[in-house]
Antibody, heavy 122, light 107 residues
């Protein structure tokens, strides 16, 4: 079945970087964009950006411009999201999600990875 | 950015009740809206896409309607397993935005 499996929880100090992986299976990895969404404890969903695994181009929410990098390794169907200059407010669960569309433009998110808790603490 | 105003923020209802959640977009998003269910400690799960299309395998008691700026999500007969937070999501334009969520509880 279509599945996204993310890497495990991370604890980082302020100022450090974190890299979260998202391994896809059950579908053609390069055919669908991957999006990243985060959720602070008890809060709503916050979109971070997207990556096209076929062309390698990316787009980010303005809030994360300059601090987020999205890369991939198509040989192992894995996408990565790296967030730098971490601060306590970045403590959250980070999700990857496959973007699905029938119109060829933007689409809905299905499925989602299980989430990766990133804790930023000194 | 397109703002998504979701209401109510929380809702308490009895098993068997009809439950309705609304989402209003700050500008016309056509039908480019989806709804997700998120249970405690779990990832969001797609229920509805393109405003009114039921995702395969999702129970038919869930439904969505609307277009333009005003959208509705309905559970026709609330079940105990429906306890969760529900989010709307617009994908008409970047940046992607979500509603703030509706926390649904059983009375």
């Amino acid at each position: 079945q279509v599945q996204l499996v993310q890497s495990g929880a991370e604890v980082k100090k302020p100022g450090a970087s974190v890299k979260v992986s998202c391994r896809a299976s059950g579908y053609a990895f390069t055919s669908y964009d991957i999006n990243w969404v985060r959720q602070a404890t008890g809060q709503g969903l916050e979109w971070m950006g997207w990556m096209n695994p076929n062309r390698g181009n990316t787009g980010f929410a303005q809030k994360f411009q300059g601090r987020v990098t999205m890369t991939l390794n198509t040989s192992i169907s894995t996408a990565y999201m790296e967030l730098s200059s971490l601060r306590s407010e970045d403590t959250a669960v980070y999700y990857c999600a496959r973007e699905y569309s029938t119109s060829g433009d933007l689409g809905w998110f299905d499925p989602w990875g299980q989430g990766t808790l990133v804790t930023v603490s000194s | 950015d397109i703002q998504m105003t979701q209401s109510p923020s929380s809702l308490s209802a009895s098993v068997g009740d009809r439950v309705t959640i609304t989402c209003q977009a700050s500008q016309d998003i056509n039908y480019y809206l989806s709804w997700y269910q998120q249970k405690a400690g779990k990832a969001p799960k797609l229920l509805i896409y393109d405003a009114s299309k039921l995702e395969t395998g999702v129970p038919s008691r869930y439904s969505g309607s609307g277009s333009g700026t005003d959208f509705t999500f309905t559970i026709s007969s609330l079940q105990p397993e429906d306890i969760a937070t529900y989010y709307c999501h617009q994908y008409e334009n970047l940046p992607i935005t979500f509603g703030l969520g509706t926390r649904l509880e059983i009375k």
